[in-house]
């Protein structure tokens, strides 16, 4: 796993900077520790941190094809290149390395850009074709690698793996983005395409770039979705022996490595399938690694070891204290812009103890949305039912009465939490869903934001990113779809970007099998009652797996990868949380209604309402704006970017 880095001239072939080429590349020393490699001809630089997993000695990058006309630059890994390699041979090319990253070279040589048509893996990579004076930009299926960009007035366009080797560039504006920022309260992460900053974008998952000196900037070009189109007949014995098989394949081609390699293991049903699936490839016993937590509401660390045991693994364990909350300036600075999810807490620490064993791990990513594990899609599914008996223009009325009269229960189960169902009911069903995932709501949000702020919004709404995707899913099953609403942007935004941060942070190579997009293909065609199935969610998955794991792995109700932030704020972080949310650097932004900011922590920390995820959202944007403007730069900045956008 590696981090890249770029600088293209679109108008012309200016020399590029090698310092600044070398300063953007030395930002991301933490994805590539092992070796570093620059690349500048007239117009254009390509740069390269590598973590050295496949051919140690020989695939240093950015890397040539035989007449160096063909640079690239390469984060992730193709698995298939062992297939692909000698398919290009037979076809003239020859290859001077046995690594996966001359396969993309040649490909590009042989098929143009369809050539990411051909590839299994997870990516991210840049590639320059001096012959054709192209510069070609492309990300995985699934978006497990990132991948982000900028063009500059000047038209200078710069690329990176983090927004961090942007940041590095001398005249990067660092304008925040308002849109983002009402994306970010209400997702907990900014959702692709968008970054916090205006001058900054990411390439979405399953799509490429492609830019030629002289012409104008183009839009990113999808070249694959997420299919959901329904198997033929499958009976349910046929359908849980070839997920078997499937996941087997998925994980044996990610066992490839010339250095330590192992397993996240949680003790929930996705890790312990990969670690199932992984003690039946290999004659040595697998490494696994888990962290523990004091308190038993978040400790999952015995059935962790139930499944170690089973299978003999080599098995790793960490305790992490109840105020693991040091780490909140570290994520900070891993995220570049403001990620609210709080489980990257344990995410960080279990990346660093499967280092100090491993240097590639396998994880269980993507069950969830792809086999429908959440407990969101059977409220949905009740949800939907309950407005299939009435027309909106009576659900609208009437469930907005109750639930504007009904009390909010904070502390009770979601499905016993009427105002929040009756809010479901009261909208059509991507506004009701975006309602259920949202980590503040519209009406909270409203609340948080300053007058001036909602108007500089201009009538933008979040849940646009989610009806832009819904008009564009390839199914009309209600499951279905929000299955691909929560692919295109929880999984990408959310899950897959913490991961991604959490492990390169600590030089960590992680591989997901079940995002394997042959898998993915498979599994979103299987019937919807096949993944949700009564209340079970995930049913053929835990069907297909019942002679692997026990009952009590397969069983048990979710536990989720949590931290006990409601109990910080009321407790050891209660004046912490005062003095970031209420002190200047947020005042100073001009985005939130100061007052309302003071109300949500004085009846948090009271007892009275429960706003701990709100105000971990808020404390997570507090940290963004010290981490990028440098503690005291907000106050002068934000006011300049406020006053600006209000001439």
Same mark, same amino acid.
């Given at each position: ?70 640079? +690239? ?102 304008? #925040? ?96 399938? #990969? ?74 620490? +279990? ?158 190579? +992680? ?137």
């Amino acid at each position: 796993m590696c981090g890249i880095v770029g600088i293209f001239d679109l108008r012309a072939q200016r020399e590029i900077d090698p310092q600044v080429l070398a300063r953007m590349n030395q930002t991301q020393l933490h994805r590539g520790p092992d070796e570093g490699g620059l690349h500048t001809e007239p117009g254009v630089g390509l740069g390269h941190r590598r973590l050295s997993i496949i051919d140690l000695s020989s695939g240093h990058q950015p890397l040539f094809n035989e007449d160096g006309s063909v640079v +690239v630059a390469f984060n992730g890994e193709i698995y298939n290149y062992v297939d692909l390699m000698p398919e290009l041979q037979q076809l003239g090319h020859t290859f001077r390395t046995h690594c996966d990253t001359e396969v993309i070279v040649h490909a590009w040589e042989e098929w143009g850009e369809a050539c990411v048509e051909r590839f299994r893996g997870m990516f991210a990579f840049a590639l320059w074709d001096r012959n054709k004076e192209t510069l070609f930009l492309a990300r995985d299926r699934l978006g497990i690698k990132p991948l982000y960009y900028g063009t500059l007035p000047d038209g200078t366009f710069l690329f990176g793996s983090e927004l961090k080797s942007l940041l590095a560039y001398p005249d990067f504006p660092r304008e #925040i983005d308002d849109c983002a920022v009402e994306e970010y309260f209400a997702y907990g992460y900014v959702p692709e395409p968008r970054t916090i900053f205006n001058g900054a974008r990411k390439l979405p998952p399953a799509h490429t770039l492609t830019l030629r000196r002289g012409q104008a900037m183009p839009l990113p070009q999808e070249y694959w979705d997420v299919p959901f189109t329904p198997h033929g007949p499958i009976s349910e014995q046929e359908a849980q022996e070839e997920l078997v098989a499937r996941l087997r394949e998925a994980v044996r081609i990610r066992l490839v490595a010339e250095v330590p390699l192992g397993a996240f293991l949680s003790g929930g049903v996705d890790s312990s399938a #990969i670690v199932a699936m992984m003690a039946g490839l290999t004659n040595e016993p697998v490494n696994t690694c888990s962290i523990s937590f004091g308190d038993p509401a978040f400790n999952e660390a015995a059935f962790a070891q139930k499944v170690a045991d089973r299978y003999h693994t080599r098995h790793y364990v960490e305790q992490v204290e109840s105020d693991d909350y040091d780490l909140i300036d570290t994520l900070a600075g891993l995220y570049d812009e403001p990620f609210a999810d709080s489980s990257a807490i344990p995410t960080y620490r +279990v990346c660093e103890l499967a280092k100090k064993r491993v240097t590639v791990a396998l994880s269980g990513d993507g069950g969830d949305e792809n086999l429908a594990g959440y407990r969101r899609y059977r409220y949905h599914l009740y949800e939907e039912r309950m407005r299939a008996l009435l027309p909106l223009g009576i659900r609208k009325p009437l469930f907005g009465l109750l639930g504007s009269l009904y009390p909010k229960a904070d502390w009770a189960p979601k499905v016993l939490r009427a105002q929040s169902t009756f809010e479901a009911l009261a909208r059509d069903p991507v506004e009701g869903y975006f309602h259920s995932v949202s980590v503040m709501g519209d009406k909270l949000r409203d609340k948080l934001f300053s007058n001036p702020f909602k108007l500089r919004l201009q009538g933008h709404r979040a849940v646009d990113v989610m009806r832009r995707h819904a008009d564009r899913a390839p199914t009309d099953d209600p499951l279905s779809r929000v299955q691909y609403l929560d692919i295109k942007t929880y999984l990408a935004g959310d899950i897959l970007t913490k991961v991604d941060r959490a492990s390169m942070a600590h030089a960590l190579e +992680v591989r997901v099998p079940i995002l394997d997009h042959k898998l993915v293909e498979w599994m979103s065609g299987l019937p919807s009652s096949y993944k949700l199935h009564g209340q079970e969610g995930k049913y053929i998955f835990k069907k297909a797996l019942e002679s692997y794991l026990p009952d009590d792995i397969l069983y048990r109700p979710k536990m989720g990868f949590s931290v006990p932030l409601a109990s910080w704020f009321r407790g050891p972080l209660r004046q912490r949380v005062r003095n970031a949310i209420l002190g200047e650097t947020l005042a100073s932004t001009g985005i939130f209604d100061m007052a309302f900011l003071r109300e949500m922590v004085d009846q948090h920390q009271s007892g009275l309402r429960d706003y701990s995820a709100s105000l971990w959202t808020i404390l997570m944007f507090e940290a963004f704006l010290r981490n990028v403007f440098h503690v005291q730069a907000p106050s002068c900045e934000m006011a300049a970017h406020r006053e600006a956008r209000s001439t």
